[in-house]
Protein backbone atom coordinates (compact mmCIF):
# COMPACT_ATOMS: atom_id res chain seq x y z
CA UNK A 1 0.00 0.00 0.00
CA UNK A 2 1.15 3.40 -0.94
CA UNK A 3 2.28 5.66 1.97
CA UNK A 4 -0.71 7.61 3.04
CA UNK A 5 1.32 9.73 5.61
CA UNK A 6 -0.17 13.32 6.06
CA UNK A 7 2.94 15.85 5.67
CA UNK A 8 1.83 19.07 6.89
CA UNK A 9 2.19 21.79 4.21
CA UNK A 10 1.75 25.52 4.89
CA UNK A 11 2.62 26.40 0.91
CA UNK A 12 1.52 29.47 -0.47
CA UNK A 13 1.16 31.05 3.43
CA UNK A 14 2.42 33.91 5.15
CA UNK A 15 3.51 33.82 8.39
CA UNK A 16 4.40 36.48 10.43
CA UNK A 17 6.70 35.31 13.80
CA UNK A 18 7.02 37.81 16.76
CA UNK A 19 10.46 37.39 19.00
CA UNK A 20 11.65 35.21 15.77
CA UNK A 21 15.05 36.59 16.20
CA UNK A 22 16.65 33.57 18.15
CA UNK A 23 14.94 30.89 20.62
CA UNK A 24 11.59 29.36 19.86
CA UNK A 25 10.86 32.00 17.74
CA UNK A 26 13.50 31.18 15.22
CA UNK A 27 12.96 27.44 15.15
CA UNK A 28 9.04 28.17 14.14
CA UNK A 29 10.46 30.26 11.76
CA UNK A 30 12.48 28.29 10.40
CA UNK A 31 9.83 25.11 10.33
CA UNK A 32 7.62 26.99 8.84
CA UNK A 33 9.79 28.19 6.16
CA UNK A 34 11.01 24.29 5.75
CA UNK A 35 6.83 23.43 5.71
CA UNK A 36 6.63 26.40 1.90
CA UNK A 37 5.83 29.29 4.07
CA UNK A 38 6.99 33.25 4.04
CA UNK A 39 8.14 34.15 6.71
CA UNK A 40 8.45 37.76 8.39
CA UNK A 41 10.78 36.89 11.47
CA UNK A 42 10.06 40.36 13.80
CA UNK A 43 12.15 41.41 16.96
CA UNK A 44 13.76 44.07 18.84
CA UNK A 45 17.03 42.35 17.91
CA UNK A 46 18.08 43.97 14.39
CA UNK A 47 21.32 42.05 13.81
CA UNK A 48 19.93 38.90 15.56
CA UNK A 49 16.81 38.75 13.44
CA UNK A 50 18.75 39.77 9.94
CA UNK A 51 21.11 36.58 10.75
CA UNK A 52 18.00 34.51 11.06
CA UNK A 53 16.10 35.64 8.03
CA UNK A 54 19.42 35.21 6.09
CA UNK A 55 19.87 31.55 7.39
CA UNK A 56 16.31 30.48 5.98
CA UNK A 57 16.87 32.42 2.71
CA UNK A 58 20.47 30.72 2.60
CA UNK A 59 18.58 27.68 2.70
CA UNK A 60 15.77 28.31 -0.07
CA UNK A 61 13.01 29.81 2.12
CA UNK A 62 11.20 33.35 2.06
CA UNK A 63 11.87 35.21 4.47
CA UNK A 64 12.58 39.11 5.99
CA UNK A 65 13.18 40.63 9.06
CA UNK A 66 11.25 43.54 10.43
CA UNK A 67 12.01 45.92 13.82
CA UNK A 68 9.15 45.62 15.95
CA UNK A 69 8.44 46.01 19.87
CA UNK A 70 5.35 44.62 20.20
CA UNK A 71 3.84 46.60 23.16
CA UNK A 72 3.86 49.95 20.83
CA UNK A 73 0.58 49.50 18.64
CA UNK A 74 2.41 51.28 16.05
CA UNK A 75 4.85 49.13 15.43
CA UNK A 76 2.19 46.44 15.11
CA UNK A 77 0.53 48.26 12.11
CA UNK A 78 3.62 48.48 10.45
CA UNK A 79 4.42 44.77 10.79
CA UNK A 80 1.74 43.73 9.52
CA UNK A 81 1.18 45.92 6.40
CA UNK A 82 4.89 45.13 5.58
CA UNK A 83 4.38 41.72 6.02
CA UNK A 84 0.79 41.97 3.64
CA UNK A 85 3.73 44.51 1.28
CA UNK A 86 6.30 42.39 1.34
CA UNK A 87 5.51 38.72 1.66
CA UNK A 88 2.11 39.07 -0.36
CA UNK A 89 -0.59 38.40 2.41
CA UNK A 90 -0.79 37.20 5.84
CA UNK A 91 -2.12 33.80 7.23
CA UNK A 92 -0.54 33.14 10.12
CA UNK A 93 0.68 35.31 13.09
CA UNK A 94 2.51 33.75 16.32
CA UNK A 95 3.01 35.84 18.97
CA UNK A 96 6.01 34.59 20.59
CA UNK A 97 7.73 37.70 22.15
CA UNK A 98 8.27 37.36 25.51
CA UNK A 99 10.21 37.74 28.59
CA UNK A 100 10.84 36.11 32.24
CA UNK A 101 11.41 37.23 35.75
CA UNK A 102 12.10 34.90 38.37
CA UNK A 103 11.77 36.64 42.16
CA UNK A 104 10.15 35.96 44.73
CA UNK A 105 6.62 37.84 45.36
CA UNK A 106 7.54 40.03 48.17
CA UNK A 107 11.20 40.84 45.86
CA UNK A 108 9.43 41.60 42.66
CA UNK A 109 9.39 45.09 41.96
CA UNK A 110 6.41 46.85 40.63
CA UNK A 111 7.88 48.74 37.62
CA UNK A 112 9.01 44.69 36.95
CA UNK A 113 6.00 43.00 37.13
CA UNK A 114 4.29 45.71 34.95
CA UNK A 115 7.01 45.13 32.35
CA UNK A 116 6.41 41.44 32.13
CA UNK A 117 2.42 41.99 31.39
CA UNK A 118 3.83 45.28 29.48
CA UNK A 119 5.72 42.57 26.77
CA UNK A 120 3.86 38.98 27.36
CA UNK A 121 0.15 40.41 27.76
CA UNK A 122 -0.18 43.62 26.30
CA UNK A 123 2.02 41.91 23.64
CA UNK A 124 -0.43 39.50 23.31
CA UNK A 125 -3.23 41.45 22.53
CA UNK A 126 -2.06 43.79 20.20
CA UNK A 127 -0.78 41.00 18.12
CA UNK A 128 -4.29 39.59 17.99
CA UNK A 129 -5.93 43.16 17.35
CA UNK A 130 -3.63 43.62 14.63
CA UNK A 131 -3.62 40.20 12.98
CA UNK A 132 -7.86 40.45 13.33
CA UNK A 133 -8.38 43.50 11.44
CA UNK A 134 -5.56 41.98 8.76
CA UNK A 135 -6.82 38.90 8.12
CA UNK A 136 -10.81 39.01 8.75
CA UNK A 137 -12.77 38.99 5.45
CA UNK A 138 -12.10 42.60 3.74
CA UNK A 139 -8.81 43.52 5.74
CA UNK A 140 -5.59 43.85 4.23
CA UNK A 141 -5.38 40.54 3.77
CA UNK A 142 -8.55 39.30 3.93
CA UNK A 143 -8.00 34.79 3.74
CA UNK A 144 -8.60 33.92 7.19
CA UNK A 145 -5.80 31.70 9.07
CA UNK A 146 -4.56 30.95 12.34
CA UNK A 147 -2.73 32.70 15.28
CA UNK A 148 -0.77 30.84 18.04
CA UNK A 149 -0.22 32.40 21.38
CA UNK A 150 2.97 31.04 23.27
CA UNK A 151 1.57 30.83 27.14
CA UNK A 152 3.70 27.95 29.09
CA UNK A 153 3.22 25.52 31.65
CA UNK A 154 3.54 28.04 33.95
CA UNK A 155 0.22 29.75 32.30
CA UNK A 156 -1.24 26.63 34.06
CA UNK A 157 -0.20 25.83 37.62
CA UNK A 158 1.64 28.40 39.82
CA UNK A 159 5.49 28.05 40.52
CA UNK A 160 7.56 29.51 43.32
CA UNK A 161 9.62 32.66 42.36
CA UNK A 162 7.48 32.66 39.21
CA UNK A 163 4.42 35.01 39.99
CA UNK A 164 4.63 37.55 37.16
CA UNK A 165 5.41 35.32 34.80
CA UNK A 166 2.69 32.91 35.71
CA UNK A 167 0.43 35.86 36.21
CA UNK A 168 1.39 37.01 32.61
CA UNK A 169 1.00 33.04 30.95
CA UNK A 170 -2.39 32.87 32.41
CA UNK A 171 -3.73 35.74 30.84
CA UNK A 172 -2.59 34.49 27.50
CA UNK A 173 -4.20 31.45 28.14
CA UNK A 174 -7.66 33.32 28.12
CA UNK A 175 -7.00 36.06 26.10
CA UNK A 176 -6.61 33.39 23.29
CA UNK A 177 -10.06 31.62 24.41
CA UNK A 178 -11.74 34.74 24.61
CA UNK A 179 -10.55 35.92 20.78
CA UNK A 180 -11.25 32.15 19.37
CA UNK A 181 -14.69 32.45 20.77
CA UNK A 182 -15.35 35.78 19.39
CA UNK A 183 -13.64 35.47 15.71
CA UNK A 184 -15.00 32.00 15.44
CA UNK A 185 -18.66 33.32 16.25
CA UNK A 186 -17.79 36.13 13.98
CA UNK A 187 -17.27 33.64 11.38
CA UNK A 188 -13.89 35.60 10.51
CA UNK A 189 -12.24 32.21 9.63
CA UNK A 190 -9.91 32.79 12.11
CA UNK A 191 -8.82 29.75 14.34
CA UNK A 192 -6.59 31.12 17.61
CA UNK A 193 -5.09 28.63 20.37
CA UNK A 194 -2.10 28.57 23.02
CA UNK A 195 0.98 26.44 23.10
CA UNK A 196 2.11 25.31 26.74
CA UNK A 197 5.74 24.72 26.35
CA UNK A 198 7.63 22.96 29.32
CA UNK A 199 11.38 23.98 30.08
CA UNK A 200 12.91 24.18 26.86
CA UNK A 201 17.12 25.18 26.66
CA UNK A 202 16.87 28.73 24.99
CA UNK A 203 18.36 31.77 26.35
CA UNK A 204 15.12 31.96 28.51
CA UNK A 205 15.06 28.52 29.49
CA UNK A 206 18.67 28.40 30.60
CA UNK A 207 18.27 32.13 32.60
CA UNK A 208 15.14 30.42 34.09
CA UNK A 209 17.18 27.70 35.84
CA UNK A 210 19.21 30.24 37.07
CA UNK A 211 16.71 32.78 38.35
CA UNK A 212 15.55 29.59 41.01
CA UNK A 213 18.87 29.86 42.59
CA UNK A 214 19.63 33.70 42.70
CA UNK A 215 15.81 33.59 43.99
CA UNK A 216 16.93 31.07 46.74
CA UNK A 217 14.65 28.30 45.41
CA UNK A 218 17.61 25.80 44.76
CA UNK A 219 21.43 25.28 45.55
CA UNK A 220 22.90 25.51 42.12
CA UNK A 221 21.55 25.02 38.56
CA UNK A 222 22.25 21.16 38.47
CA UNK A 223 20.28 21.18 41.38
CA UNK A 224 17.00 22.57 40.23
CA UNK A 225 17.86 21.05 36.45
CA UNK A 226 17.34 17.66 38.43
CA UNK A 227 14.05 19.08 40.46
CA UNK A 228 12.83 19.42 37.17
CA UNK A 229 13.69 16.07 35.98
CA UNK A 230 12.29 14.16 38.74
CA UNK A 231 8.71 16.11 37.68
CA UNK A 232 8.83 15.12 34.28
CA UNK A 233 7.60 11.77 33.28
CA UNK A 234 9.40 11.99 29.76
CA UNK A 235 12.66 13.80 31.04
CA UNK A 236 14.09 17.23 30.44
CA UNK A 237 14.13 16.54 26.48
CA UNK A 238 12.54 19.14 25.35
CA UNK A 239 14.09 20.89 22.25
CA UNK A 240 12.64 24.01 20.61
CA UNK A 241 11.63 21.46 17.33
CA UNK A 242 8.84 19.76 19.35
CA UNK A 243 7.67 23.47 19.92
CA UNK A 244 7.64 24.00 16.31
CA UNK A 245 6.32 20.78 15.59
CA UNK A 246 3.57 21.49 17.19
CA UNK A 247 3.31 25.26 16.38
CA UNK A 248 3.04 23.98 12.37
CA UNK A 249 0.10 22.28 13.38
CA UNK A 250 -1.67 24.68 14.80
CA UNK A 251 -1.33 26.90 12.12
CA UNK A 252 -1.52 24.58 8.81
CA UNK A 253 -4.71 23.23 7.72
CA UNK A 254 -4.36 20.14 9.42
CA UNK A 255 -6.09 21.83 12.28
CA UNK A 256 -9.54 22.91 10.88
CA UNK A 257 -11.58 22.69 13.68
CA UNK A 258 -9.20 23.09 16.61
CA UNK A 259 -9.63 26.69 18.23
CA UNK A 260 -9.45 27.74 21.55
CA UNK A 261 -7.27 24.89 22.80
CA UNK A 262 -4.10 25.27 24.89
CA UNK A 263 -1.60 22.90 22.94
CA UNK A 264 0.71 21.08 25.87
CA UNK A 265 3.88 20.68 25.08
CA UNK A 266 5.94 19.56 28.68
CA UNK A 267 6.81 16.21 28.75
CA UNK A 268 3.84 15.11 30.62
CA UNK A 269 5.01 17.60 33.92
CA UNK A 270 1.51 19.16 34.19
CA UNK A 271 -0.03 15.92 34.15
CA UNK A 272 1.24 14.75 37.75
N1 LIG B 1 12.19 28.43 26.76
C1 LIG B 1 11.27 28.00 27.60
O1 LIG B 1 11.56 27.20 28.50
C2 LIG B 1 9.84 28.46 27.48
C3 LIG B 1 8.87 27.73 28.19
C4 LIG B 1 7.54 28.13 28.13
C5 LIG B 1 7.18 29.23 27.36
N2 LIG B 1 8.15 29.93 26.68
C6 LIG B 1 7.70 31.11 25.90
O2 LIG B 1 8.11 30.96 24.56
C7 LIG B 1 8.39 32.24 24.00
C8 LIG B 1 9.79 32.25 23.41
O3 LIG B 1 10.72 31.96 24.45
P1 LIG B 1 12.28 31.67 24.19
O4 LIG B 1 12.68 30.62 25.14
O5 LIG B 1 12.55 31.53 22.76
O6 LIG B 1 12.88 33.07 24.75
P2 LIG B 1 14.14 33.93 24.24
O7 LIG B 1 14.42 34.89 25.33
O8 LIG B 1 15.20 33.03 23.79
O9 LIG B 1 13.53 34.70 22.97
C9 LIG B 1 12.51 35.67 23.14
C10 LIG B 1 12.58 36.65 22.00
O10 LIG B 1 11.58 37.68 22.24
C11 LIG B 1 12.17 38.92 21.92
N3 LIG B 1 11.49 40.03 22.60
C12 LIG B 1 11.55 40.34 23.91
N4 LIG B 1 10.87 41.46 24.14
C13 LIG B 1 10.36 41.88 22.95
C14 LIG B 1 9.55 42.96 22.55
N5 LIG B 1 9.13 43.90 23.41
N6 LIG B 1 9.20 43.05 21.24
C15 LIG B 1 9.63 42.13 20.35
N7 LIG B 1 10.40 41.08 20.67
C16 LIG B 1 10.76 40.97 21.97
C17 LIG B 1 13.63 38.79 22.33
O11 LIG B 1 14.43 39.78 21.71
C18 LIG B 1 13.95 37.37 21.89
O12 LIG B 1 14.43 37.31 20.58
C19 LIG B 1 8.19 33.25 25.14
O13 LIG B 1 6.89 33.81 25.06
C20 LIG B 1 8.32 32.39 26.38
O14 LIG B 1 7.68 32.96 27.49
C21 LIG B 1 9.46 29.57 26.73
Same mark, same amino acid.
Given at each position: ?????????????????????????????????? &?? &??????????? +?????????????????????????????????????? +???????????????????????????????????????????????? &?????? &????????????????????????????????????????????????????????????????????????????????????? +????????????????????????????????????????????????
Amino acid at each position: MANQGIEISLAGKVALITGAARGLGAEIAATFSR &AG &AAVMIADILDD +QGRQTAAAIQANGGRAAFIRQDVTREADWETAVAETVR +QLGGLDIVVNNAGIEICALVENTELKDFQRILDINVTGVFLGLKAACK &AMKPGG &AAGRGGAIINLSSVAGLRGFSGLSAYCGSKGAVKLLTKAAAVEFGFMNYGIRVNSIHPGLIPTDMGNAVLKGFVAAGLGKDAATV +QQAFERGTPLGMKGAPSDIAKAALFLASDQSPWVTGAELVVDGGTTAT
